[in-house]
């Protein structure tokens, strides 16, 4: 059974796993992100975050910004008032976020190998991953693995982590009416 060796093994391209990758290899890691799919191919999804993303993914954050909110609108009863954003919120397209950050890690050295799907983790004389990739099963240790496969990790679930909270979302693109203030967001009661 041979072994792939590296300091830090991600399992999951995800936006956080890339950038934990990103970080580790900058500060001299040897990393490893590990992705099931066939190639980093995230869906187009929206999300609106705070000013804080920007502060922590830097460029790789701003490059991902769609849209600038400074305010919401409370409408209910047939009023309306408006509240300020003392910093305001961003609308971020999480698919070009996650395409930035997987460029930064691999100007920062990680190797992202794709089409290796989790199997399972082995504890045996040092940290295991066991991954099936083109039909065989290849294995990687690191001293320091991180699970960054979704709220259903499977690599979470083998080592019995509680299941996170989760809740339905359901997401449409439309088109704003004529007139419509970009920079605010709309909350109906």
Do not use: M, Y
């Not at 991953?129 to 709220?151: K, N, T, W, Y």
């Amino acid at each position: 059974h041979t072994r792939e060796q590296c300091e830090a093994l991600v399992v999951g391209a995800s936006a956080a796993g890339l950038f934990a990758a990103s970080l580790l290899a900058e500060a001299g890691l040897r990393v490893i992100v590990l992705e099931a799919g066939a190639k980093v191919d995230p869906e187009p999804r929206s999300l609106i975050v705070t000013t804080r993303l920007l502060d922590v993914a830097g460029a790789e954050g701003r490059a991902s910004v769609v849209n600038e909110i400074n305010s919401f609108d409370i409408v209910a009863g047939g009023l309306q008032t408006r509240i300020p954003l003392q910093k305001p919120d961003f609308i971020i397209e999480r698919a070009e976020l996650v395409k930035a950050l997987l460029r930064r890690a691999v100007r920062a050295g990680v190797d992202v190998l794709t089409g290796h799907r989790f199997v399972r983790f082995e504890a045996a004389d040092q940290p295991t991953v066991a991954v099936e990739a083109g039909g065989e099963l290849r294995r990687f240790s690191a001293p320091h693995i991180i699970g960054a496969d979704g709220a259903f990790s499977k690599l979470a679930q083998q080592l019995q982590h509680p299941e996170q909270t989760t809740a339905p979302l359901v997401q449409a693109i439309v088109r704003l009416p004529s007139g419509f203030d970009r920079q605010s967001t709309k909350v109906w009661f």
